[in-house]
């Protein structure tokens, strides 16, 4: 079994940054790529960026520029730093992993998320 576990989120002022962090844990085998998606209320659940274990990286539009990805291979972790938050940004976020395990083939997995809220 695999768990993705989520922590960081938070309310933040506009302008403001968060940190989230996103540790897998279990029978790993190895894990490839690495992600975060957010969905806010009544929208559609998004893109915001991910990382491939070399550490090629891709963002959502939205974001680009003013969020980074980044992971930790011997941690099993992603991180998602985030700057110059918008209100627009508001969403619950979840980080997601390609993991392969000791009996099962390459799945995804998801974390339970974590709420971010810029407001002032």
């Keep these: 079994q695999v768990q993705l576990v989520e922590s960081g989120g938070g309310l933040v002022q506009p302008g403001g940054s968060l940190r989230l962090s996103c540790e897998a844990s279990g029978s790993i085998f190895r894990i490839n790529t690495m992600g975060w998606s957010r969905q806010a209320p009544g929208k559609e659940r998004e893109l915001v960026a991910t990382i491939t ?3 090629a990286t ?19 972790t992603t991180y998602l730093q985030m700057d110059s938050l918008k209100p627009e940004d508001t969403a619950v976020y979840y980080c997601y992993g390609f993991v392969v395990t000791s009996s099962r083939p390459l799945l995804r997995y998801w974390g339970q998320g974590t709420q971010v809220t810029v407001s002032s």
């Excluded at 891709?58 to 941690?75: H, L, Q």
Aim: hydrophobic share 15%; charged share 25%; net charge positive.
């Design 58 to 76: 891709n963002y959502g539009g939205s974001v680009k520029g003013r969020f980074t990805i980044s992971r930790d291979n011997t941690k099993n």
């Design 53 to 55: 274990t070399g550490g």
